[in-house]
C-alpha cells in the first residue's frame, strides 16, 4: 500500500513539474508535427500506401516523441542534485522508477491521443474503426516504450551526450515492442479487428511489458546507486 | 607462460584453421546445387555460433560483475563483447557475399538476417556505452546491466521476426534440416578451431584491459605526489 502510494506521489510530482513548465510536453508534440510533416515528402500520400505503412509511420512518430520525454524524466533531477535527494529519501528505488515510468506514460500516452487525430486529418485515415482493439495496442505498446526508455533515461542520465546516447541504445532494445505495435496498428487503422495470427503479436507485447518491467524494477537499485 | 601457452594455443587453431581450408579445398566435393561457393558455410554458420556463445559469456560475466564487484569480470564482458561482435560482423559479411552469389543481392529484410543485424547492433550500443563512461566501477556496474537488458532482448528479437516470410535457408543442422555428414563433421571441426580463435583473442583483450588498470593505477598514484 505504501508502495503504491510512493509511486503515485513521484508520478503526480513528475506530471506536476512537466504541466507547469511544459518543456518536454511541447518540444515532443511540436516534434511529432513535424515529423508527421516530413513523412508527406517521403511518399506520395495515396489511400492505398497509407492502409500498407500508417502503423509504422504512426510508431516512428511515437517513438521520436517519446525519446524526448524520456530524455528530460531523470535530466530534470540533475538541477540542484535533486536525484541525489530522491535518491537519499525514504522511497525504495523501484517506487522512483515506476513512478517516473508511469509520469512518462501518463504524457507519451496524452501525445499518442492529440497525434492520432491529426495524423488521420493529413494522412486521410479513419483510425477510429476499431476504438477499443487501438485503445489496448496502444495502452500495451506505450508501456513497453516506456519502461526501457525510462530505465534507460537512469543509465545515462551521468552520460556526455545524453540526448544522443538514448535513442541510439533504446531503439534496437524496442525493435520488438515497436514491430508488434506496428504490425497491430496497420491493421487497425484499416479497420480489421485483431483476428487468428494477430494475437501473436498482442502475445509478444504482453510478454514483453511484464518481462521488461521485472527486469528493469530489479536492475533499477544498481543502476541509480551502485 | 601464460602469454606462451596462448599464442602456441593460437598457432595450434591457425594450423587447424589451415589443414581445414586445405581439406575444405581438396577433399570436399563441390555441393550439388551451390557449387563452390557453399564451403563459406564452414565460416559463416561457426561465426554465428561462436558470436552467440561469446554474447552469452558477457550476460555471465555481467552478472557475476553484480555478484561480487570484482572487476576481472568487467574485464571478461568487455572482451567478449568486442570478440562476439567481430565473429558477429564475420558472421553478417560472409553471408552478404554468398548471399550476394546464390540469391543475386547483399541484403534482404529476412528474418535471419535482420535478428542478427539488430543483435550486433544492441552490443554494438554496450561498446558505445562503455565509451562515454570515465569512471572504471560505474563503467563496470552500467555495462554490466546493459549487458543483461541486451541479453533479454535477443529472444525477443528472434521470436518476433521469425512470424516474417523467410528466404535464408532452414536449419541444416538441427530440427528437420539435414546435411551430409562429411560436412557436418568439416562444419564442427572448424567451429574448433574458430571457437579456439576466439578464445584468445578474450584472452588477449583481458590482459590488455588489466594492464590498462594498472596504468591507471600508476597514474593515479603519480598524481597523488
Known amino acids: 500500500m505504501l508502495f503504491l502510494r510512493q509511486v503515485f506521489t513521484i508520478a503526480a510530482k513528475d506530471l506536476r513539474s512537466e504541466l507547469r513548465t511544459k518543456e518536454a510536453l511541447n518540444a515532443s508534440l511540436a516534434f511529432a508535427l513535424v515529423i508527421l ?12 500506401m497509407m492502409r500498407e505503412i500508417s502503423g509504422g509511420l504512426l510508431w516512428l512518430v511515437f517513438a521520436f516523441a517519446g ?4 530524455n528530460r524524466s531523470f535530466a530534470r533531477e540533475l538541477v540542484n542534485d535533486c536525484l541525489d535527494a530522491l535518491i537519499s529519501s525514504p522511497v525504495p528505488g523501484a517506487a522512483l522508477f515506476l513512478g517516473k515510468v508511469l509520469a512518462n506514460y501518463v504524457l507519451l500516452l496524452g501525445i499518442e491521443v492529440v497525434c492520432l487525430p491529426i495524423f488521420g486529418v493529413f494522412y486521410n485515415v479513419r483510425w477510429a474503426q476499431q476504438p477499443l482493439w487501438l485503445a ?9 516504450v516506456c519502461v526501457v526508455g525510462t530505465i534507460f533515461s537512469a543509465l545515462t542520465v551521468n552520460l556526455r551526450l545524453r540526448e544522443l546516447m538514448l ?22 487503422l484499416a479497420g480489421q479487428p485483431i483476428q487468428g495470427d494477430m494475437f501473436a503479436w498482442l502475445r509478444l507485447l504482453v510478454g514483453f511489458d511484464i518481462i521488461f518491467t ?13 | 607462460m601464460r602469454e606462451k601457452t596462448l599464442y602456441g594455443l593460437g598457432a595450434l587453431a591457425i594450423a587447424l584453421l589451415t589443414h581445414n581450408i586445405w581439406k575444405m579445398l581438396v577433399n570436399l566435393p563441390d555441393e550439388a546445387f ?23 559469456v558477457s550476460l555471465i560475466a555481467g552478472i557475476s560483475y553484480l555478484k561480487t564487484r570484482d572487476l576481472k569480470w ?19 559479411l ?30 554494438g550500443g554496450y561498446l558505445v556505452l562503455r565509451r562515454a563512461i570515465e569512471e572504471p566501477t560505474e563503467r563496470a556496474r552500467l555495462s554490466a546491466v546493459m549487458s543483461i537488458l541486451s541479453f533479454s532482448v535477443v529472444p525477443f528479437v528472434f521470436f518476433s521476426i521469425k512470424w516474417f516470410r523467410t528466404q535464408h535457408p532452414q536449419p541444416v543442422l538441427y530440427g528437420d534440416g539435414k546435411m551430409d555428414s562429411g560436412y557436418r563433421s568439416m562444419l564442427y571441426g572448424n567451429w574448433v578451431p574458430i571457437l579456439m580463435v576466439a578464445f584468445v583473442l578474450v584472452a588477449v583483450r583481458m590482459m590488455q584491459e588489466r594492464r590498462q588498470r594498472e596504468v591507471d593505477a600508476l597514474r593515479r598514484s603519480a598524481h597523488a605526489f
Open chain 1, 37 to 48: 510533416l516530413l513523412f508527406s515528402f517521403a511518399f506520395d500520400a495515396n489511400p492505398e
Open chain 2, 94 to 123: 560472409t553471408g552478404m557475399i554468398w548471399a550476394r552469389i546464390i540469391w543475386g543481392i547483399w541484403w534482404t529484410w529476412d528474418w535471419r538476417l535482420t535478428s542478427m543485424l539488430i543483435c550486433w547492433l544492441l552490443y
Open chain 1, 167 to 188: 535513442p541510439m541504445l533504446v531503439y534496437p532494445m524496442l525493435i520488438p515492442c515497436l514491430m508488434a505495435a506496428m504490425m497491430l496498428t496497420t491493421p487497425l
Open chain 1, 136 to 144: 489496448l495496442v496502444l495502452v500495451l505498446a506505450t508501456w513497453g
Open chain 2, 34 to 56: 551451390q557449387g563452390a561457393i557453399f564451403r563459406i558455410i564452414f565460416f559463416h554458420v561457426p561465426a554465428a555460433f561462436t558470436c552467440f556463445t561469446c554474447f552469452l
Open chain 1, 67 to 70: 525519446a524526448l520525454i524520456l
Open chain 2, 74 to 92: 568487467d574485464a571478461l564482458g568487455v572482451s567478449t563483447t568486442e570478440v562476439g561482435l567481430a565473429f558477429g560482423a564475420a558472421n553478417l
Open chain 1, 214 to 226: 521485472s527486469l528493469a524494477v530489479v536492475l533499477i537499485d544498481t543502476v541509480l546507486i551502485g
